[in-house]
């Protein structure tokens, strides 16, 4: 009997231990996937943004500003070997995919001596030009400043005054949204009630885009981006970046008065005529506002996402900050005074724009190095490190990097892909958790091969990730 009662027993916990297994095996293997990336098209439909991220822990950033580390590591793993490191990158420079010129600039955080660097003079950029536009943007503009779009009054003439916002929405956000503050329903609702507390029922509504100047679409960019519908005039004013529909305005401003005088008849205000440019009238009075989420978090969004269309918003915006006039012109005379501020080397910089989609762009690997460790070296700068993708998690690197386990998780890079340009520009630590910084450049890939261009690139970062690259 006691037999009989044992074997029970044992049959018992033997069926309250294998589910426990089995959870635990999928608790294990869930978390292994989880880290590795494999999970992100399931839980987050592609790119799964910081908010639902947290960084593999070799990629958290130190309490010391810049120097990204292994978070909680109380071992510190000594130097970089030089000579190590160059060769651990050389076999992937030569990619004959990448073309004729190809560069590398790689730095240590702490000192920002030089561990490795290849090829020579400047590089189309493509969107790692969006480096030195993020950090002149922190560097410049007070980090708490929130741009306001406002309504404003002059007996029964309203003028909604554009600031700047670039991610102003039609419609309030989703809880959760970070970037998407403003938005012209809130505005509509406020400059309603407001009016209707005044006894005024009946308006005109014109608009005032004035705070940028210039042209709308740098000289320096084909054409076609704006007649193709690619990017949309940049504008002071605009809602939902001046698309709707799918479709690109080719006047935002005057499309989002539009809207914003559609919202306000929703709200029982008469809105008389068209929408028509204006300066604000001398004298009026400000009946509502709704303000843009801060500079540091436009400029996470914009990193992660490479947007364009706020990139150049920015550039704008750090002119206005930095006294110069709000152009195209304006914005790279006031990021080469912030680069230059750093101590940052800008020999051959030629920027003609704040998003890198201008091939008349220039910048050196060294440039795009050593802005990403001048970031590192100050608390007001060092967000930029921290917004930059994750290998296979985050943002434009969602989707790279599958093929290459080492680096998968270990590498934080801004991209750069344009037809023939394929650039890399962050940090990566090697198999011992030792950071380096570095920039890889090649603007005259295979034009037929661009994912294996792009593949190419990857394999410089993930040669740094698998180097045991410690001095003896």
């Not at 910048?363 to 802005?371: D, G, S």
């Amino acid at each position: 009997m006691a037999r009989r009662q044992d074997i029970r027993v044992t049959r018992t916990l033997l069926s309250l231990a294998l589910p426990l297994v089995v959870i635990a095996a999928v608790v294990l293997g869930g978390t292994a996937l989880w880290e590795r990336g494999d999970l992100n098209r399931f839980i987050c439909d592609g790119d799964c943004g910081p908010s639902n991220v947290i960084a593999p822990r070799s990629l958290a950033i130190d309490a010391t500003p810049g120097i990204p580390g292994r978070s909680g590591s109380t071992k510190d793993p000594g130097p970089v070997d030089p000579a190590k490191l160059a060769a651990a990158v050389a076999p992937t420079l030569k990619a004959k995919v990448l073309g004729p010129h190809v560069g590398l600039a790689a730095l240590s955080p702490d000192d920002g001596s030089v561990l490795a660097g290849s090829g020579s003079g400047t590089f189309v950029p493509a969107s790692t030009t969006k480096v030195l536009t993020g950090y002149a943007a922190l560097a410049t503009i007070e980090p708490g400043t929130r741009f306001t779009t406002r309504v404003v009054r002059s007996g029964d003439r309203l003028v909604l005054v554009g600031g700047g916002d670039p991610y102003l929405a039609t419609r309030p956000a989703a809880d959760g949204d970070r970037v998407h503050r403003g938005d012209l329903t809130t505005l509509a609702r406020r400059a309603a009630a407001a009016l209707e507390e005044a006894g005024v029922s009946r308006v005109s509504l014109d608009y005032d885009a004035s705070l940028f100047t210039g042209p709308a679409a740098s000289p320096a960019w084909r054409p076609s981006y704006v007649a193709e519908n690619l990017v949309t005039p940049v504008s002071s004013l605009w809602a939902d970046q001046g698309v709707e529909n799918g479709l690109r305005a080719d006047d935002p401003a005057r499309a989002a008065a539009r809207t914003f005088a559609s919202l306000l008849r929703k709200r029982g205000i008469e809105v008389s005529g068209n929408p028509a440019p204006a300066t604000v009238p001398e004298g009026a009075r400000q009946i509502a506002t709704v303000r843009s989420a801060t500079i540091g978090q436009i400029v996470e969004t914009l990193i992660r996402t490479s947007d364009n269309q706020a990139a150049e918003v920015v550039l704008r915006q750090v002119a206005v900050a930095a006294g110069e006039p709000a152009t195209f012109d304006g914005g790279a005379r006031a990021v080469r005074e912030a680069l230059e501020a750093a101590d940052v080397d800008v020999s051959g910089l030629r920027l003609t724009d704040g998003s890198g989609l201008s091939r008349s762009n220039r910048i050196a690997p060294m440039t795009l190095a050593e802005t990403l460790r001048a970031a590192g070296t100050s608390s007001r700068t060092s967000g930029l490190l921290a917004d930059l993708p994750v290998s296979g998690f985050t943002g434009t690197l969602v989707n790279r990097f599958a093929q290459l386990p080492t680096a998968l998780g270990t590498v934080r890079a801004k991209t750069g892909t344009l037809t023939g340009v394929h650039s890399l520009a962050g940090y990566a630590l090697d198999a011992d958790g030792r950071p380096v910084i570095f920039a890889v450049m090649a603007d005259r890939t295979d034009r037929d091969q661009p994912f294996a261009a792009q593949a190419a690139v990857d394999k410089v970062a993930a040669a740094i990730a698998s180097c045991r690259c410690g001095r003896q």
